[in-house]
């Protein structure tokens, strides 16, 4: 630990240190920070601006850094001294199943290490978690955060898709000159657009956390 964080460290109080490992182990835990919401149910807080209040107490004490725009951008120091991060938005869940019609809500964004995953660095990226098992044969498993870039696909490529109005997640595919959709699950049929096929981001990387029984 470098000397400013040893400092900042020295700072704080014992509740500080508790939300502060708090964050850190809910986002080794989640792949993304808590919500407000979430501190405040964690702690018990009265309400959700007594959340944000140690919040920025933790920022102003130069133990976290936050984006002022995005409730859930919260960096560690460290992670900034040993890597390039930068701050993904993650818009709600997809489904790796049958197309859902589900309205995807951002909930923030999660902090990742462009080099260690392969992200290009000028791309534009989204993050999106994983519902249901028809990607299970790419390895893509419901709870999976998968990482996006807005781009045009590639044949194969797996992407985020929407499909005559609905949304998923699949591989792209071409057969005699037009676009489908296929599952990585023999137990889910093709998806053949009746009306529209527009994809909205192909996949990058992916971020997956392992449970312990």
Known sequence: MNAFL???????TSRQQELLDYLRGYQRANGV????RDIQRHFGFSSQTAAMSHLRALEKKGAIRRHPNMARAVVFPEDL???EIVDIPVFGTIPAGMPSDAAQHAEGCIS????????????KSFALKV?????????ICSGDLVIL???EPREK?????LI????????YLISNGKPYLKAENERYPDLLPAQELLIQGVMIGMIRHFRRD
């Not at 490529?157 to 898709?161: E, L, N, P, R, Y």
């Open 6 to 12: 040893s400092a900042s460290s020295a700072q704080l």
């Open 157 to 161: 490529d797996i992407v985020a898709a």
């Open 149 to 151: 870039e807005i781009k």
């Open 33 to 36: 920070m808590p919500s407000t």
């Open 81 to 83: 001294d040993r890597a």
């Open 112 to 123: 990742v290490d462009i080099n260690t995953l392969g992200i290009p660095r000028a791309s």
């Open 164 to 171: 005559d109005g609905e949304t998923t997640l699949k591989r």
């Open 131 to 139: 519902r249901g098992d028809s990607m299970i044969e790419a390895h």
